[in-house]
Nanobody, 126 residues
Framework: QVQLVESGGGLVQAGGSLSISCAAS????????MAWFRQAPGKEREEREF???????????YYADSVKGRFTISRDNSKNTVYLQMNSLKPEDTAVYYC????????????????WGQGTQVTVSS
């Protein structure tokens, strides 16, 4: 298991940008595919929405259609950190954003991710 801590959330106006980060503990960060999920207000944990995933090396990325072209996931394995750059934010992007790690899975199924952070709140005002 890897320990994950998100940071960088906050309040931003619609159309603005925000970058959030997720720092991982341990020496095996580069053995995990890393993903971002989000949980909108009023939604249950089981309803967390996939946002993006990045492969161990950082070469492969995959995005939900709802964020494609606006969000960019990246990672720095030397810093054990994964990032999510969010541009052209919309009120419907308001959610708690979670990073997650999977050792042998690359995709959008939240049940396949074994390690989760505590989340960071992103609020987009209209």
């Amino acid at each position: 298991q890897v320990q994950l801590v998100e940071s960088g959330g906050g309040l931003v106006q619609a159309g603005g940008s925000l970058s959030i980060s997720c720092a991982a503990s341990g020496r095996t960060f580069n053995s995990y595919n890393m993903a971002w999920f989000r949980q909108a207000p009023g939604k249950e944990r089981e309803e967390r929405e996939f946002v993006a995933v990045i492969s161990r090396s950082g070469v492969g990325t995959y995005y939900a259609d709802s964020v494609k072209g606006r969000f960019t996931i990246s990672r720095d394995n030397s810093k054990n950190t994964v990032y999510l750059q969010m541009n052209s934010l919309k009120p419907e992007d308001t959610a708690v954003y979670y990073c997650a790690a999977a050792g042998n899975f690359y995709g959008s199924n939240s049940e396949r991710y074994g390690s989760w952070g505590q989340g960071t709140q992103v609020t987009v005002s209209s």
